[in-house]
């Protein structure tokens, strides 16, 4: 089976609310691809129609060129992970495998793998309902790898790990992309992303917003900016937009510009005897390169604090 999901002209209504709208991607073998939108965009009910929870309008999705419903014998073919805490809380962590690898004609010894592979051994007689949300996730990832399957999808895989899960995450993430896997991974946290995802869809009021690398994102975020530091950031800035720059306050001593090349910014701030110790070419970093791009697809905007007199 072809390690690919394909998502074609994907729309669905829930009554008046629009939650997708003709979305288009495609997931493609050897990568992690990270799905990111704001609240409300449709992650997660495109995760669903990808795996034949809820149909669609119109369109559909395609997991190795097959709709999920014409799967036989389907963890052998897709694994998920979309809600941590749907188990059964008084069955131990083993004994909840078992019944899932039984259900796919699976055996015991690939039950006591997975619980290696994610790292459940001690907790494997546990009862999953005293598990935190991290143990959870854990066990969800290894119910998801039981078929050894070539596609995943992961729904916010790095809520509630401590440091030492999210760094299991990262590498397990890599790793399977490296054994030829197609890899989709719903997260708010860029941060993961960034240094996890090959590729980033993202996805605005059930539309798609971007397909891209995250290396080219990065870049075209980036831009002709520049980062300054100085200790004379007023003298700076009223130096710099006096000769047209659009400046930003990025911290206490940094500034970021564009609209000036940085040998001209150097000139300006030795002409006008401003000091600084740094000017460097701008490195987005892939939050600020999603706020930008999704500044117009949040559905809830938190309004500034007002002071009162």
Do not use: C
């Amino acid at each position: 089976m072809e390690a690919t999901i394909e998502v074609t002209g994907l729309s669905k209504r829930f009554g008046q609310t629009v939650a997708l709208d003709e979305l288009s991607f495609t997931v493609a073998p050897g990568q992690v691809t990270g799905f990111v939108g704001p609240n409300g965009a449709g992650k997660s009910t495109t995760m669903r129609v990808i795996l034949g929870l809820d149909a669609a309008d119109s369109g559909g999705a395609l997991i190795g060129g097959r709709p999920y419903r014409s799967l036989r014998d389907p963890l052998h073919h897709v694994g998920a992970l979309l809600d941590a805490g749907a188990l059964q809380p008084g069955r131990r962590a083993r004994s909840h495998l078992l019944w899932l690898a039984h259900s796919q004609g699976l055996g015991a010894r690939r039950v006591d793998e997975v619980i290696e592979q994610a790292g459940l051994g001690s907790a494997a007689k546990r009862k999953a309902g005293g598990f935190s949300l991290g143990m959870r996730q854990r066990l969800g990832i290894a119910a998801a790898m039981l078929g050894d399957p070539p596609v995943l999808l992961f729904d916010e895989p790095f809520n509630g790990l401590d440091p030492e899960g999210t760094a299991w995450i990262r590498g397990f993430l890599r790793s399977l992309a490296a054994e030829g896997r197609a890899v989709l991974v719903s997260s708010h946290l860029m941060s993961e992303l960034q240094d996890n995802a090959d590729h980033l869809v993202v996805i605005g009021r059930g539309r798609l917003v971007a397909d891209t690398s995250v290396a080219e994102l990065l870049a075209a975020a980036s831009r002709d900016r520049v980062t300054l530091r100085t200790t004379a950031r007023a003298e700076a800035m009223a130096v710099l937009t006096g000769e047209g720059a659009t400046v930003a306050i990025t911290g206490t001593d940094t500034v970021t510009i564009s609209g000036v090349p940085a040998q001209r910014i150097a000139e300006l701030l030795g002409r006008h005897g401003v000091p600084f110790s740094e000017l460097a070419a701008h490195r987005a970093s892939l939050e600020e390169a999603y706020m930008e791009l999704t500044a117009d697809a949040v559905e809830f905007r938190a309004m500034p604090a007002v002071r009162e007199a």
